[in-house]
């Protein structure tokens, strides 16, 4: 019997991002899609072949398109097709994406409590991560300005709260990295007292960009932090920083921390959070990540 064209081509479409098997242990991870095709660049996974995966019923498309990808305000799930999809991540690009460009970038100023942040009701994004997880480097690599990310680095100003105007329409806004390696314990910045307020209360806050090093295996401060936000239900992308470094002989890949790491912090998600790859060294994801923050933003703004 033939199969109605649009579940054809669903079918093929995303064939080559499905489990290999629904009785495989790796099955039980949502994350197929071809990571190193992405890492590379070499090729976008609609350019991918398709692998072989007999047997996929439209329910393990279905399901796969409704758990594994973020799919974005105005998007229908059965209407996606596997080039709506962003190179390097799980994120459909919906009706609203547009106006990535970033072509003005201000430093507006520091705070030292949540309450005191701009009040004019522009959209935001807070990003957040360890120290050394390549924060700066990625607020550089978006605004393409070095001495943007050098303010917040200034002492001083690594503990407050950091809003970068945009565009004039938006902010980017810089959070104290957390779990700083060499401090004693007493000294690591307590993120949970003093960023957990911004995030409950800041009603602009459009997406948090949590930045996770996916050079390294997991680690619990990210986990924890992690966690936390999804059990809060806080708006949250996972940025994946650092993706140019693959290891040698010893080590994982950053396709494998990657998937670990969405393994491990699956249970506290009710809906898969979107999630990128990027690399400030190569500009690998910064486009993308750029759009999908457009779409989240012109979506709040109607
Ligand atoms: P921050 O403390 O989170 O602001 O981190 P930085 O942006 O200062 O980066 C910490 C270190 O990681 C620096 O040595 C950077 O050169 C390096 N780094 C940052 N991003 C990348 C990346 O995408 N790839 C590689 N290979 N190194 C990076």
Redesign the pocket.
Same mark, same amino acid.
């Given at each position: 019997m033939l199969m109605p064209a649009r579940i054809r081509l669903f079918t093929h479409r995303f064939s080559s991002l499905l489990p290999p098997s629904s009785s495989s242990s790796s099955s039980a991870l949502p994350f197929s899609i071809p990571f190193r095709t992405s890492i590379s660049h070499a090729a976008p996974p609609h350019h991918v072949s398709a692998t072989k995966t007999p047997n996929i019923s439209i329910s393990d498309t279905a399901k796969f398109v409704r758990t594994v990808l973020f799919i974005p305000p105005g998007t229908d799930p059965e209407e996606v097709t596997e080039d709506m999809i962003l190179p390097g991540s799980n994120i459909v690009l919906g009706p609203y994406a547009g106006d990535a460009k970033v072509k003005e970038v201000q430093f507006i100023g520091s705070s030292i409590r949540p309450k005191d942040c701009p009040k004019d009701e522009r959209p935001e994004f807070a990003m957040l %991560?360890?120290?050394?997880? %390549?924060?700066?480097?990625?607020i550089n690599s978006l605004v393409r300005k070095k001495e943007v /990310?050098l303010t917040s680095?200034k002492p001083g100003k690594t503990q407050l709260i950091n809003h970068f105007l945009v565009n004039r329409s938006w902010y980017l806004v810089d959070l104290p %990295?957390y779990g700083f390696a060499n401090a004693p314990e007493s000294a690591r910045m307590d993120w949970s007292s003093f960023t957990k307020g911004y995030f409950l209360n800041r009603e602009t806050l459009v997406s948090i960009l949590l930045?996770v090093d996916a050079?390294v295996p997991p680690q619990k401060i990210d986990l924890d932090c992690a966690n936390w936000l999804g059990r809060n239900n806080m708006p949250m992308t996972i940025v994946f +920083?650092?993706?140019?470094?693959v290891k040698n002989s010893k080590g994982k890949r950053p396709d494998e921390n990657i998937k670990n790491f969405q393994e491990l912090i699956k249970e506290n998600y009710k809906i898969h959070p979107p999630w990128i790859m +990027?690399?400030? /060294?190569?500009g690998l994801g910064r486009d993308e990540l750029l759009l999908h923050m457009s779409q989240l933003r012109n979506y709040w703004d109607n």
């Open positions: %991560g360890r120290s050394n997880v %390549g924060k700066s480097s990625l /990310a680095k %990295g930045l050079s +920083t650092k993706c140019d470094k +990027t690399s400030s /060294a190569t």
